[in-house]
């Protein structure tokens, strides 16, 4: 008897040690929920409940506004030093309020006792159920922020260039720049300094123009004067490209290749017939314009190589600081050409085309005067060709003026970045819902059919993860635990069985089911030593014989913390609910 008792004492204590260690990780997590205040500033490091919600509150500065936070589950072997910005979840956002004694009161928090004389404010936000054993990282931001650094101020300058590029290409017709024109590079310019570092904690002033809230009306003058310029830039760039290419009068392009195809038997006949009395350079040049077919023929109109493609030219970026702006008669012929730039190239080609052209038409001039078609037609080709130039020598001008105008608009919104955009206050903590295997005490009356026996049996439950007793069963391993326990009762029977120690104990493992808190369905077998039939042979051997029950999945852990007094924990929000 003393024997069966202390094995008795020994599991249960056992169960009780396991269930007061675990009860110790949540036992701020009593229903409806459970508070953490955390100390902005400070070093988050705390244990956390999961699978139930939870609230968490703080003190913060009488000028701060609102307070954000921003939830990531830390992949294993990580820190949140190292966690990229794209691992966290959607900002929660509360505003930061005064709590006067009757919001402490409600939320069961003790009142501070200089609460009249205090200068702080105070925040709660409502966390959704965390995973067990797991690591976040939670980052909180307080608002309105500081002023920038000048790295940081750098930091976000270098982005403008590419945001107002980015809008550029997307904007590729040539209607007339409009108020949604500008509205939309602003919101570009505002995508490109926070969206590509969105966890940096840049927050805009209210109503400024890196505001996305802000109403269009309200945006500077300075702002839309400078965009519309630009822009306008843009489209006088992307009107002459499709000029260059043939696109806004392709009737007009069609008439330039016919026009140059007039004249092309008569200069074939002319270099069939006179190929060998001609100089060298008139040879060779008269070869040259002979040789070409239509889409060579298109593309120098174009100003393009003969063998391209036929890709069109649609896009020019690279300004060319040599090229000096038109004269007031505009560009001629002779004007020289860009130095640099996508354009160069072609301008090149055509000055190329340009001199062979003329010496071809000076040798038509002397060799078929009489042929005043064909004459006619090659100096209207001569002149298609000097027109293509000057085209492209407005684009590049107009590409000098756009990226002018652009470096300007940047350096005045550079300007703006530093009196428009605050950095927010961050604090960045691990909190953690890691937890071993939960054991728990079992009681519960088991019937074993075969043996035609009811009896009682205590023991643990032993689940596979972590369980949160506050949180009602849920995914299959919160409800299935292994089961481990024995008997006090008296089973024996005379020539068929004995206990496995003691007077009367017998052992019963298995598993179960949780169907409540509290309510469990198990199954298993029950162990003990079977007795030889013949009373003469008195050697026992293992048996067992499979039993069911229905028990009750005890939390003593937080019995005895009852039993000693442990205070109860504050109830839910009253009048105040947390923001999400």
Same mark, same amino acid.
């Given at each position: ?13 056992? *169960?009780?040690?396991v269930?007061?260690e675990?009860r %110790?990780?949540t ?10 205040k ?12 999961f699978?139930v ?26 820190? =949140? ?12 956002r ?6 006067t004694?009757?919001d ?16 702080l ?23 309105p922020?500081? !002023?920038?650094? !000048? ?5 976000l300058?270098?982005? /403008? ?16 720049v409009?108020?949604k024109d ?5 919101q ?24 996305p %809230?802000?109403?269009?009306?309200l945006v500077?003058?300075?702002?839309k ?5 630009s822009?306008? #830039? ?13 696109l806004l009068?392709? @009737?007009?392009?069609s ?12 200069a074939?006949?002319?270099?069939? *017939? ?20 239509g889409?060579?023929i *298109?593309n120098?109109?174009r ?26 008669g505009?560009y001629?012929?002779?004007?020289? =050409?860009p ?9 090149? @080609? ?6 062979t052209l003329?010496r071809?038409?000076?040798?038509f ?9 064909s ?8 002149d298609?060709?000097? #027109?293509?130039?000057? #085209?492209?020598?407005d684009? $590049?001008?107009?590409?000098n @003026?756009?990226?002018?105008l ?7 919104? #550079?300007?703006s ?22 054991i ?5 009356l ?5 043996i035609?026996?009811v009896?009682?049996?205590?023991? *643990?439950?032993i689940?596979?993860?972590?369980v949160?007793k506050e ?8 409800r ?5 326990g024995f ?8 020539? $068929?069985r ?27 077998? /029950? ?5 030889? !039939? ?6 026992t ?8 029950s229905?028990?009750?999945?005890v ?6 913390e ?7 924990t ?5 009048a ?5």
């Open positions: 008897m003393i024997r069966r008792r202390a094995i008795l004492g020994s599991l249960v204590a056992l *169960s009780c040690l269930s007061l675990v %110790a990780e036992k701020r997590n009593t229903p409806p929920f459970s508070r953490f955390v100390m902005l500033g400070g070093i988050l490091n705390d244990t956390v409940p699978d919600p939870f609230i968490i509150h703080g003190d913060v500065k009488e000028s701060v506004t609102h307070v954000r936070l921003r939830i990531a589950k830390l992949p294993e072997g990580t820190n =949140c030093a190292v966690i990229p910005g794209t691992g966290y979840g959607a900002v929660s509360v505003e930061a309020t005064e709590w004694q009757r402490y009161e409600d939320r069961g928090l003790a009142v501070p006792g200089d609460l009249a004389t205090v200068n404010k105070q925040f709660e936000f409502l966390i959704e159920p965390l995973q067990p054993h797991a690591l976040y990282c939670f980052l909180f931001q307080t608002e922020g500081e !002023p920038l650094s !000048p790295a940081q101020v750098s930091l300058a270098a982005r /403008l260039p590419a945001g107002y590029q980015a809008f550029l290409r997307a904007r590729n017709d040539t209607r007339d409009d108020d500008i509205e939309g590079l602003r570009q310019l505002i995508a490109s300094l926070f969206n590509t570092i969105p966890f940096e904690g840049f927050v805009p002033r209210q109503n400024s123009v890196f505001d %809230a802000a109403p269009p009306e500077s003058q300075q702002f004067t400078m965009a519309a310029a822009l306008g #830039e843009h489209i006088n760039v992307i009107r002459g490209l499709r000029a260059l290419e043939g009068d392709p @009737q007009a392009f008439a330039k290749v016919k026009r140059w195809q007039t004249w092309l038997p008569a074939r006949e002319l270099f069939s *017939s006179r190929a060998a009395a001609l100089p060298a350079q008139e040879r060779a040049d008269l070869k040259y314009v002979t040789s070409l077919q889409d060579a *298109s120098l109109l100003g393009a190589a003969e063998q391209s493609s036929g890709d069109l030219l649609t896009e020019v970026w690279q300004p060319d600081a040599g090229l000096p702006p038109p004269p007031a505009g001629q012929p002779s004007s020289p =050409c130095n640099s730039g996508e354009l160069r190239f072609r301008c090149a @080609q055509l000055d190329q085309a340009i001199a003329d071809v038409t000076a040798l001039a002397r060799e078929r005067s009489a042929d005043k078609a004459l006619t037609a090659i100096q209207d080709t001569l298609d060709l000097r #027109e293509t130039k000057i #085209e492209l020598l684009i $590049q001008h107009a590409v @003026q756009r990226d002018a652009i470096r300007e608009h940047i350096k005045m919104l #550079e300007g970045v530093f009196a428009d955009i605050f950095t927010l206050v961050p604090t960045m903590g691990n909190l953690d819902t890691r937890r071993s295997w939960y728990s005490a079992d009681t519960g088991a019937l074993a059919p075969f035609e026996e009896f009682p049996y205590v023991g *643990s439950n689940y596979f993860r972590a949160n949180a009602p069963p849920g995914p299959f391993l919160t299935f635990s292994a089961l481990l008997t006090w009762t008296d089973l024996k029977k005379a020539g $068929q004995q206990p496995l120690y003691g007077e009367d104990g017998m052992l019963v493992v298995g598993g179960g089911l949780r169907f409540s808190n509290t309510i469990r369905l198990n199954g298993g077998l /029950l162990l003990f030593k079977g007795v030889d !039939p013949n009373p003469l042979v008195d050697k051997r293992l048996e067992y014989t499979p039993f069911f229905i028990s009750a999945d939390d003593i852990g937080g019995m005895i009852g039993m000693f007094g442990k205070p109860p504050p109830g839910a929000l009253g105040v609910a947390p923001q999400k």
